[in-house]
């Protein structure tokens, strides 16, 4: 299994809060990701990151911001937290990229619930 | 821009019965990369297949079979003689060739296999 950890497993806070996600890998793979599982939906694409510093917005970036400054952590922070962001957050890391014959490694996952 | 239909939302079979899983794709991109991952009750996401554009044969592995036709946007799953084991929710997903390189997920198929 590919060495992905996500923490916390699990958090509940109150709307309004920031909360910060983390994502650890230690794989030294160069794509990491973050993604939001609801019903329905799916896992749609928050942001990610192709390298330190470098990173870009998915589909469902309003209210995240990410940050990477080392290759092994990717951070997810959600400025203030609103229901609609409760959610299953997933991480996930690719070594170069899905065009090198790669697969997409996920997380645990966190469980995240704003009240 | 990119999607992926999953039209069946749930699917509830008996044990040892066929069952196949239907997934529809869009995409402009003449090189693109279609996956399968499989959401047991644990929550966490294993990565089932990867087949690449211009890759249309079809490929089985034990009990599963993927079917991948270019001409209807389809790439199928098939599961024979199902077991319990096998319930769980099944993502199908596109990945553009360039660029992020990150996966559009359908919304999923629920798999109930029953005893």
């Known amino acids: 299994d590919a060495g992905i950890t996500q923490s916390p497993r699990h958090k509940v806070t109150e709307t309004g809060t920031p909360v910060t996600l983390r994502c650890h890998q230690t794989e030294n793979h160069r794509y990491m990701y973050w993604y939001r599982q609801d019903p329905g939906h799916g896992l749609r694409l928050i942001h990610y990151?192709?390298?330190?510093?470098?990173?870009d917005k998915g589909e469902v970036s309003d209210g995240y911001s990410v940050s990477r400054s080392k290759t092994e952590d990717f951070l997810l922070t959600l400025e203030s937290a609103t229901s609609s962001q409760t959610s299953v957050y997933f991480c996930a890391i690719s070594e170069g990229g899905i065009s090198l014959n790669e697969k997409l490694f996920f997380g645990s996952g966190t469980q995240l619930s704003v009240l | 821009a990119q999607k992926v239909t999953q039209a069946q939302t749930e699917i509830s079979v008996v044990e040892k019965e066929d069952v196949t899983l239907d997934c529809v794709y869009e995409?402009?991109?003449?090189?693109?990369?279609l996956f399968w991952y499989k959401q047991p009750p644990s929550g966490e996401l294993v990565f089932l297949i990867r087949?690449?554009?211009?890759?249309?044969q079809n490929e089985i592995s034990g009990r599963y079979s993927w079917n991948f036709q270019k001409s209807t946007s389809s790439f199928n799953f098939t599961i024979t003689a199902s077991q319990v084991v096998d319930s769980a929710v099944y993502f199908c997903?596109?990945?553009?060739?360039?660029?992020?390189?990150?996966?559009?997920f359908g919304s999923g198929t629920r798999l109930q296999v029953q005893p």
């Open positions: 087949r690449n554009s211009f890759d249309e």
């Open positions: 997903a596109l990945s553009e060739a360039t660029g992020r390189r990150a996966l559009t």
């Open positions: 990151s192709y390298g330190v510093k470098d990173t």
């Open positions: 995409t402009r991109d003449t090189t693109y990369y």
